[in-house]
């Protein structure tokens, strides 16, 4: 009897128009909700937890996720769904990021190149609560370090606008990478998480001028007002460029490894030969590799016709080596059109490479003249988040290279 009742309903016009809407909306509570947009998260590294912005765009199956450098956007190149869980895959780094909602949060886990899992949660970016005024804290300053073999002073580059503060810690290895936070009443709270290299930094004024500078919730430093570091008797940071020297300078400086393919290339090949050579020595694991390599990319591509050839000698896990996939993906993420040589494994640096002596840092580059003599090295690399430091490094990068091309 319910059968014919109800098709004798359906048979009315306005009932069959009411059904066209009602079923499409219930439909629509039942899918998920939507992940798009942007958020305030955080990874946890051991007890440490490390606060950053994440931002999801598009819908569907046409989801991508992304850190951030400063304004720089690392996103990721595939992304899949297993079950109710998102992956967001950044194969240049061998890591993925799988989550899941749950009432407009987000948790899951990162899972990084050496299988390092970091638990990862986050919820929707609100405004931020009104803080009472901060005290200003932007400029340059100078970190006293104690215990470190190769270095007395760090540089802590802050800039700010009120209550909010970003940061780089600039070493002789590279940049910490941007870390952004805001004032909390006592300090300055902030965090870096770019797929790589997450770091918690605490900015604290002291009564005195000065900032005590926590990292990673364990190591705590005093921070000088770079002007009035000399005067208080700090050292000066490490000068990068006199940091690594070659045992003997008047010697070519000689290579010798397979590219990604397996072909050996060698500096004795016809396409180095009266060339300026750039020589990087990094590995696709290397934060500070993946800034520098995109602005090799476009000084090769500017002077390559001049003369100019670029190789990066790629040290590896020995997982990685294995397979080449990351470092492969490196290439692709980057458009890397120059050699790129798999050198070996990291810990076999100083038996692969013996004449550099203090070869202690990733990236380290080598500028070799026409005749093969190394002209100068430069260790470390200070990406976009130093600053005016990147701009001069890139500046002064741009200024030997032209300055050795213009050699006969």
């Given at each position: ?229 000399l005067a208080k008797g700090l050292p000066e940071p490490a000068d990068p460029s006199q940091f690594t020297r070659l045992e003997n300078p008047t010697a070519p400086f000689a290579f010798s490894f397979p590219d990604i393919d397996g072909r050996i290339v060698s500096n004795t090949d016809r396409r180095f030969q009266h060339k300026v050579v750039i020589v990087s020595i ?82 380290t580059t080598l500028y070799v003249g026409r005749d093969g003599i190394v002209r100068g090295i430069h260790t470390g690399f200070a990406g976009t988040a130093t600053g005016s430091f990147h701009q001069s490094l890139t500046g002064e990068m741009t200024v030997t290279v ?7």
């Amino acid at each position: 009897m319910c059968a014919p009742y109800w098709r004798d309903l359906l048979a009315l016009p306005w009932l069959r128009i009411l059904c066209l809407f009602a079923l499409p909306c219930l439909a629509g509570c039942r899918r998920a909700p939507s992940v798009s947009g942007a958020w305030d998260a955080s990874v946890s590294v051991g007890s440490t937890i490390v606060p950053f912005r994440f931002v999801v765009e598009g819908d569907g199956a046409d989801l991508r996720g992304s850190f951030f450098n400063g304004n720089d956007k690392i996103t990721s190149t595939t992304t899949h769904a297993k079950g109710e869980t998102i992956v967001f895959s950044y194969p240049e780094y061998g890591s993925t990021l799988a989550v899941r909602s749950a009432k407009e949060r987000l948790e899951g886990t990162y899972t990084y190149t050496n299988e390092v899992v970091y638990p990862f949660e986050a919820q929707r970016i609100r405004p931020a609560p009104t803080r009472s005024a901060a005290p200003t804290i932007a400029g340059l300053w100078t970190v006293e370090v104690t215990g470190k073999k190769n270095e007395q002073a760090w540089r802590l580059i802050v800039g700010q606008s009120g209550a909010d503060v970003s940061a780089s810690i600039l070493r002789l290895d590279g940049d910490s990478g941007a870390a952004t936070g805001r004032y909390d009443g006592h300090k300055f709270v902030l965090g870096h998480f770019s797929g790589a290299r997450p770091l918690r930094l605490e900015l604290t004024p002291q009564a005195d001028g000065t900032l005590t500078v926590e990292l990673d919730s364990y190591y705590t430093y005093r921070a000088v007002r770079a002007e009035e570091s000399l005067a208080k008797g700090l050292p000066e940071p490490a000068d990068p460029s006199q940091f690594t020297r070659l045992e003997n300078p008047t010697a070519p400086f000689a290579f010798s490894f397979p590219d990604i393919d397996g072909r050996i290339v060698s500096n004795t090949d016809r396409r180095f030969q009266h060339k300026v050579v750039i020589v990087s020595i990094g590995g696709s694991w290397c934060p500070g590799c993946h800034d520098e390599v995109r602005f090799l990319v476009d000084l090769h591509r500017k002077y390559h016709d001049r003369g100019l050839e670029v190789v990066f000698l790629s040290f590896e896990e020995a997982r990685e080596l294995k397979t080449l996939d990351r470092l492969r993906a490196f290439v692709t993420r980057y458009h890397v059109d120059f050699p790129v040589l798999v050198a070996g494994d990291t810990r076999l640096v100083r038996l692969k490479l013996p004449e550099i002596v203090n070869l202690e840092a990733f990236p380290t580059t080598l500028y070799v003249g026409r005749d093969g003599i190394v002209r100068g090295i430069h260790t470390g690399f200070a990406g976009t988040a130093t600053g005016s430091f990147h701009q001069s490094l890139t500046g002064e990068m741009t200024v030997t290279v032209e300055r050795l091309l213009a050699e006969p």
